[in-house]
Every structure is written in C-alpha cells, then in structure tokens.
C-alpha cells in the first residue's frame, strides 16, 4: 500500500518562499503521476500542481503559474513543490496524491497523504 507524508508547511510572510516535500513508502513511486492539491478554509479543494511519472509533463493551476514548481526525486521517492511569492490567498492545507494520469483532477487519484498547513500572513 502507497502511503504519502507532506511536510514543510509552516508560517511565512507575503512574498516568501516554503518547500513542500511528498515522501513515499510502501511501492516506488516510479509508476505514478503525483499532484498537490490544496482547500483553504471554506472554500473548495483545488489542484495546485501535477507532474507525470517521469517528469517530462508537469500543469499548474492558473493562479500558481510561474510562481510554484513541482519536481520530482524518483530516488529519494520524493515529489516537492517549489512555492515563491508566496501571497495570503495561497493559505490552505496542502496535499499530495498519487495517481495514474497527470491531471489536476481530485477523482483520479487514488493515494493521499494527510496533509500540510500553510499560512501566508504579516
């Protein structure tokens, strides 16, 4: 059984940056395209970032674009998300999840980790 572990949420100031890692245990990676999806308080959950098993194809969400990267370490079995510029509206719990196609759609994604708060505040 796939089992995911966020880290690397925390508190930063507008304009920052944070890193946000997606570990795996259990079977490789290798096999699975990975996303980060994200819900804020009230609102309804949306896909940040995917990218496909091999990395060669990555999509963001509009809002995210040229800010966020995703990347993966098929390795260290790890997917990460690069977030710069970071502005208050990105404040939600992020998650990863593991799937087969590398879309930004929450249904086709079996495996989820439990999640990573970030606050975006002065």
């Known amino acids: 059984q796939l089992q995911l572990v966020e880290s690397g949420g925390g508190l930063v100031q507008p304009g920052g940056s944070l890193r946000l890692s997606c570990a795996a245990s259990g079977p490789t990676l290798d096999y699975y395209a990975v996303a980060w999806f994200r819900q804020a308080p009230g609102k309804e959950r949306e896909g940040v970032a995917v990218?496909?098993?091999?990395?060669?194809?990555?999509d963001y969400l509009d809002s995210v674009k040229g800010r966020f990267t995703i990347s993966r370490d098929n390795v260290k079995n790890t997917v990460y998300l690069q977030m710069n510029s970071l502005k208050p509206e990105d404040t939600a719990a992020y998650y990863c999840a593991a799937g087969w196609y590398p879309v930004l759609e929450a249904n086709e994604f079996n495996y989820w980790g439990q999640g990573t708060h970030v606050t975006v505040s002065s």
């Open positions: 990218i496909s098993c091999n990395g060669g194809v990555t």
